[in-house]
């Protein structure tokens, strides 16, 4: 007899893949404890599409020129009622956290910075009315290969006032992927409870490169 599992929703909104690459990582850490993980694009998502049948949702959106997703922003403000009904959890992904975490940041930037990210997170859930039952910010990356002239120009000019990588020839990437690890474990934990007694097989260890 097959044992019903817990279904969690991955939902994400990404420009670059940045956040796409999150949402991977995050399911497979959610499987790995025993979880059944959808993971869907909510610029994609399917006609009637709904949160029913979850027993929780995490979301990642990334920041971009000051604002989240707008199609994250629409899904949340959407999907509003159905998010409020189960545990859920919230990642926001920008380049001012990463001048949060930044070893060496002096600490007036680090407290700008830190300023920023919090009045962004706040608007966004202002707007859509939404209070998740976890949020984090998280440092996301400079993709410089994926930029055209202009963005490429105008996120060189955002990443030298905070302290981030300024070679174009070069992508960068800021995410500390272990306390990301952990905030995906604790949520995971909240939904599934303790972890199963171990069957004798080693975890399977989902480290991202770089």
């Known amino acids: ?5 817990t279904r969690i929703a991955v ?6 893949g940045q956040t796409r690459k999150i ?15 959808d993971v869907e694009d909510v610029a994609h998502l399917p006609e009637g599409y709904s949160l029913a049948g979850y ?8 920041i971009h020129m000051g604002k989240h997703e707008g199609a994250m922003v629409k899904f949340v403000k959407h ?6 009904s189960i545990p859920t959890a919230f990642l926001s992904f920008s380049l ?12 007036e930037q680090r407290k700008s910075s830190e300023g920023d990210v919090r009045k962004i997170m706040d608007a966004f859930f202002a707007e859509t009315g939404w209070s998740p039952t ?14 055209g002239f202009v963005m490429r120009f105008v996120m060189r000019r955002i990443a030298k006032k905070t302290g ?25 934990l909240e939904l599934l409870g303790p972890p199963k007694p171990s069957d004798g097989r080693p975890r399977a260890a989902h480290v991202w490169p770089v």
């Not at 001012?96 to 940041?105: D, I, K, L, M």
């Not at 976890?134 to 930029?147: D, E, I, K, M, T």
């Open 1 to 5: 007899m097959s044992i019903a599992r």
């Open 11 to 16: 939902l994400f909104a990404t420009k670059e």
């Open 23 to 37: 949402g991977d990582y995050v399911a497979a850490r959610l499987r790995d404890s025993g979880a059944e993980v």
């Open 55 to 62: 027993a929780g949702a995490l979301l990642a959106a990334s």
């Open 79 to 84: 999907h509003h009622a159905e998010l409020a």
């Open 96 to 107: 001012s956290e990463a001048g949060v975490e930044r070893p060496g940041t002096p600490p």
């Open 134 to 147: 976890r949020q984090r910010p998280v440092a996301g990356a400079l993709r410089y290969s994926q930029y």
């Open 164 to 188: 981030g990588g300024t070679d174009t020839s070069r992508d960068y990437e800021y995410t500390d992927w272990a306390a990301l690890g952990q905030f995906v474990d604790d949520f995971g």
